[in-house]
């Protein structure tokens, strides 16, 4: 079946330090690529997508390229902030129209 | 636009209890769903909605009940609450018709099973 791997946390980085968190999927077609955000107390929130190969979905300083050779969605930013400390969850859409969560990445930025 | 909201936002149950979670959304979406998230688990799939009147089970259905009389809400059930149903629990709702809409999650309900 469809499913995620993501890199595990949690990732505790400086201000203005560049942040990589990996994801892989695995699925049967062609699933479109999601990453969420999950700030405390808070549910999941959109963060990017990318639905088709070579894609790069880009939000909030943060990007993603969609790696269908390497079934890979890294999520990027070049440069994070202390408000950008959350939990990040990389999320395939499968052909059967299902989500799949990754276990998500918390990340601390400390001034 | 309140978008999706979820009643109640805190609960303590004691092991054999029921109650239901609610889950409302005024943004006329179509396709409606409830997970559970636990540490070091991610989101996993309870049971979900693809329409008025119609539930599906999801990844992890057992010792819950769902129902969708009205279409912008979408109930939660549990019977008999076990400590093993302690967890956050999310609802979340996406347009039917559009392939690749996200989701729009709710801000959660935190239930502990004693």
């Known amino acids: 079946g469809d499913s995620v791997t993501q890199m595990e946390g949690p990732v505790t980085l400086s201000e203005e330090a560049f942040l990589t968190i990996n994801c892989t999927y695995t699925?049967?077609?062609?699933?479109?690529l999601f990453w969420y955000v999950q700030y405390p107390g808070e549910g999941l929130q959109l963060l990017l997508k990318?639905?088709?190969?070579?894609d790069k979905g880009s939000n909030k300083g943060f990007e993603a390229t969609y790696r269908k050779e390497t079934t890979s969605f890294h999520l990027e930013k070049g440069s994070v902030q202390v408000s950008d400390s959350a939990v990040y969850f990389c999320?395939?859409?499968?052909?059967?129209?299902?989500?799949?969560f990754g276990t998500g990445t918390s990340l601390t930025v400390i001034p | 636009n309140a978008g999706v909201t979820q009643t109640p936002k805190f609960r303590v149950l004691k092991t054999g209890q029921s109650m239901t979670l609610l889950c409302a959304q005024d943004?006329?979406?179509?396709?409606m769903y409830w997970y559970r998230q636990d540490p070091g688990m991610g989101l996993r799939l309870i049971h979900y909605?693809?329409?008025?009147?119609?539930?599906a089970k999801g990844e992890v259905p057992d010792g819950y009940n769902v129902s969708r009389l009205k279409k912008q809400n979408f109930l939660l059930g549990l019977e008999s609450a076990a400590p093993s149903q302690t967890s956050v629990y999310f609802c979340?709702?996406?347009?039917?018709?559009?392939?690749?809409?996200?989701?729009?999650f709710g801000n959660g309900t935190r239930l502990t099973v004693t």
């Open positions: 943004m006329n979406h179509e396709y």
């Open positions: 999320a395939p859409l499968s052909t059967g129209n299902q989500f799949y």
């Open positions: 699925a049967t077609g062609y699933p479109s």
């Open positions: 979340a709702s996406r347009p039917g018709l559009t392939r690749n809409s996200p989701l729009h």
């Open positions: 990318a639905t088709k190969a070579d």
């Open positions: 909605s693809v329409g008025e009147g119609t539930t």
